[in-house]
């Protein structure tokens, strides 16, 4: 605190702090700041109040930042003081050594930028602020930002903050090469992981890949990873987002054999109630996976022609495998009736 007083009356001398305080009769329940970040956010919203622009403020927003990293108006003020040094402000060069000073001062605040999403890694204005300052740079590098993102995502694999921001990277820059592969990496370090799996279908949805590569995702890759877990919604999920959005929901028979390998026999109807009533009584209390038989409820709710089967399944599903949803399971129902 010493130290940050001593640079408080060096650098702010001039300046009167703002209340950052209600003072309000009576207060009910006060909030006991720091001095240090009394001191701090009002010099702070004083100059923002004034709008300067200067060195001396980009630097106090890094102290701001650095005690109240969620404080969105600080961000957006260290932005405009970043921007108002980009070639007069409005990111139009005047020549190739102005280009070449914006992109060395935008990749200075990038590695400060670095160094403070390290502590910060779920702080969404972390990866917001990223985009302003890659929308500014005059030749921002898809390459640069890779080093960050990795390490967050090793540093914590269903952080959704990253997993955002590398997918606006991947539209920012137009560069689809190396996410496959990228999702299949994390598929196999956690097969669980969705958000992988959600990545990958999002390389997929902005790439028109042909019914055969979607196809061929189907039978070499994704079956192969249901075999690893079949209690796994995320596959389930992605097999049923592949046919929908790229195959016209034209199931074939044998991804419905497939799915049937994982429910034990417990679609096989009986001709009246009463006799599929007894049934359930004895089907075993466990399949491989429920949410093989919720994509055969889905799949067979499409056709008349088995439509008893559907009903079967969503029973089965609302009873015996999976009652925590048997609310949704009864509308489905419903909808069938």
């Known amino acids: ?12 001398g001039d300046v009167e702090p703002m209340s950052i305080e209600l003072a309000v009769p009576n207060e009910l329940c006060k909030i006991l700041y720091s001095d240090e970040y009394r001191v701090l956010l009002g010099l702070c919203r004083r100059l923002m109040s004034e709008n300067e622009l200067s060195e001396r403020a980009l ?16 961000w957006n003020y260290r932005y405009n003081i970043i921007k108002s040094r980009i070639s007069g402000g409005e ?26 999403t390290l502590g910060n890694p779920k702080n969404y204005q972390i990866w917001s602020y990223r985009q302003a300052l890659l929308k500014l740079h005059p030749a921002p590098s898809f390459k640069r930002e890779m080093p960050i993102i990795q390490l967050m995502i090793d540093e914590d694999t269903k952080n959704y903050h ?6 606006w990277c991947v539209l920012f820059f137009r560069d689809f090469n190396h996410e496959i592969a990228f999702t299949d990496l994390m598929i196999r370090r956690d097969i669980y992981n969705n958000s992988a799996w959600t990545h990958r279908m999002f390389v997929w949805q902005h790439t028109t890949p042909s019914s055969t590569q979607i196809i061929s995702e189907i039978d070499n890759y994704l079956r192969t990873k249901i075999e690893l877990a079949p209690q ?45 009533e007894e049934e359930q009584k004895d089907v075993p ?9 919720e994509f055969l409820a889905h799949v067979y709710s ?14 089965l599903l609302a009873d015996k495998y999976d009652p925590i949803r048997s609310k949704l399971w009864q509308h489905k129902l419903a909808q069938l009736n």
């Not at 990293?69 to 600080?74: E, G, H, L, N, R």
């Open 1 to 12: 605190m010493a130290m940050t007083m001593e640079w408080v009356k060096e650098q702010f």
């Open 59 to 74: 630097l106090l927003t890094a102290k701001v930042i650095n005690l109240a990293p969620a404080f969105y108006t600080v």
């Open 91 to 116: 990111g139009e060069g005047d020549g190739d050594g102005k280009l070449g000073d914006d992109a060395a001062l935008l990749d200075k605040e990038l590695d400060w930028l670095d160094e403070v």
């Open 162 to 167: 990253v997993w955002s921001y590398r997918k």
């Open 232 to 276: 796994n919604i995320s596959c389930w999920t992605y097999l049923r987002g592949l046919y929908e959005l790229f195959l016209r929901e034209n199931y074939d028979p044998s991804i419905i054999r497939f799915a049937e390998s994982f429910v034990d026999g417990v679609l096989e109807t009986s001709t009246s109630s009463k006799e599929e």
């Open 285 to 293: 209390d466990n399949i491989e996976s429920s949410y093989a038989l």
């Open 302 to 315: 499409r056709e008349s022609s088995k439509k008893e089967r559907a009903i079967r399944a969503y029973k």
